[in-house]
């Protein structure tokens, strides 16, 4: 009998975890290593974040042709590093399908899992103004018996926790898991774990929190309900932020959108990304990874008027079904190859569920106190109002990695 491994990719407010099962770690490549390692780290996280980019801007375009009217919101960072690490137990074809459904074939597995352990340590970080944490937790059935080097690699190069779990009974093991998570997730992810499938034995949650300032915060003062665009025949009415700064835009002629970034706190940016009224397929069918350099070279600081939608956006995704759409189906077959997670069971992702949400106000995500002044030039602002469907892409900027990608097609749905 085919044992099912469950995958699923939690992407929500979560702190960080200690394992309860303890492993015997490797060395922490990057605290124990030369600069030559630590260069060579940053090397592969930069080619990985390309890839990345890449990867999210190709499963933007699938769900936006499956639903043009619908919000996106999703981190292709997390589901990128769910997989990858999963990639420490695949073999043969199985592990092929998902180094290209990712488009990291180019990579050598080593250099692959050198990349994501760089950014992961780069993009955990904890201060007053940005707090962010990604991590990957195993719900791992006492009797399965997994290959000690897999859980050396995901321990190492992942930081994954391991957490004992019966998987003989479903229903406590469901509601010990969903507890889990809530209470790691601080109950912003309660239930999330509708059933599990007889015969799983492993279950893999990966997750990322955000919360950051923005360097410039809105006043509440000047959000006002304004109207929303959402197609050539609908309006809704939207609570619009507004401030005046300066600011780094352009304006794309090739892709007719206008782009805005707005920097947080730290080392994260926001950049908008607004199509001419009717031009989002275009936008969306030249998303490409080369994409931020070109707007590099287009963007100049300005002093603009800035209109932005108050957000709170939720999405729920059956990435089992959208990846086998992107090539990636070996993995949730009968025939896909997982041995090294285990030798003596055979194993498949019976479930790979990735929720996100978005919540943006005139402090930043999540909200937070305090204030940034800003002296501005004397000159005519530019004008820019988010009134009509947008992109959000949220990146670190040295890498830069693509941490969340989002199609805000109406701000009043959640």
Request: with cysteine.
């Amino acid at each position: 009998m085919n044992l099912i491994l469950g995958l699923s990719l939690f992407l929500a407010g979560l702190l960080a975890v200690k394992g309860l099962l303890q492993v015997e770690d490797a060395p922490d490549v990057y605290r124990s290593s030369t600069r030559d390692q630590e260069r060579r780290g940053k090397k592969e996280a930069r080619t990985l974040a390309r890839y990345n980019m890449e990867f999210g801007f190709k499963l933007l375009q699938k769900l936006a042709s499956n639903s043009p009217q619908q919000n996106i919101f999703f981190s292709p960072l997390s589901i990128s590093t769910a997989f990858s690490m999963l990639s420490l137990g695949a073999e043969d074809s199985t592990l092929r399908e998902i180094k290209e459904g990712f488009n990291f074939k180019e990579m050598p597995e080593k250099d692959m899992h050198l990349g994501f352990h760089y950014v992961l340590h780069k993009l955990n970080q904890e201060t007053q103004d940005v707090k962010m944490n990604i991590g990957n937790a195993l719900f791992m059935d006492q009797k399965l018996n997994p290959q000690r080097r897999f859980l050396r690699m995901a321990k190492t190069m992942y930081d994954a926790d391991m957490v004992l779990t019966n998987f003989q009974n479903l229903e406590t093991t469901q509601r010990d898991i969903n507890k889990y998570i809530s209470q790691k997730t601080h109950n912003i992810i309660n239930n999330l774990v509708k059933s599990i499938d007889p015969g799983t034995v492993l279950l893999l949650a990966n997750y990322i929190y955000f919360r950051a300032r923005w360097q410039y915060e809105f006043d509440p003062k000047e959000t006002k309900e304004e109207e929303f665009f959402v197609d050539n025949d609908k309006t809704v009415k939207v609570p619009m932020m507004f401030r005046t700064g300066m600011y780094d835009m352009a304006y794309d002629s090739q892709l007719s959108c206008t782009i805005l970034e707005m920097p947080y706190r730290g080392n994260i940016t926001a950049t908008f990304v607004l199509p001419d009224r009717g031009k989002m397929k275009k936008l969306e069918q030249g998303l490409q990874a080369d994409i931020y350099a070109k707007w590099k070279s287009l963007l100049s600081k300005r002093v603009v008027d800035v209109w932005v939608p108050k957000l709170h956006a939720s999405s729920t995704y059956n990435m089992k079904k959208i990846l086998s759409r992107l090539g990636i189906s070996k993995i949730f077959e009968e025939n896909g190859d997982l041995t090294r997670i285990s030798s003596h069971r055979s194993l498949k992702v019976g479930e790979a569920v990735h929720k996100a949400e978005l919540k943006m106000d005139e402090k930043g995500t999540e909200g937070a106190a305090g204030s940034g002044a800003q002296t501005l030039p004397m000159e005519n602002p530019e004008k820019i109002k988010l009134n009509s469907p947008f992109l959000i892409m949220l990146y670190q900027k040295s890498l830069p990695s693509m941490i969340f990608l989002a199609k805000v097609h109406n701000p009043s749905e959640k």
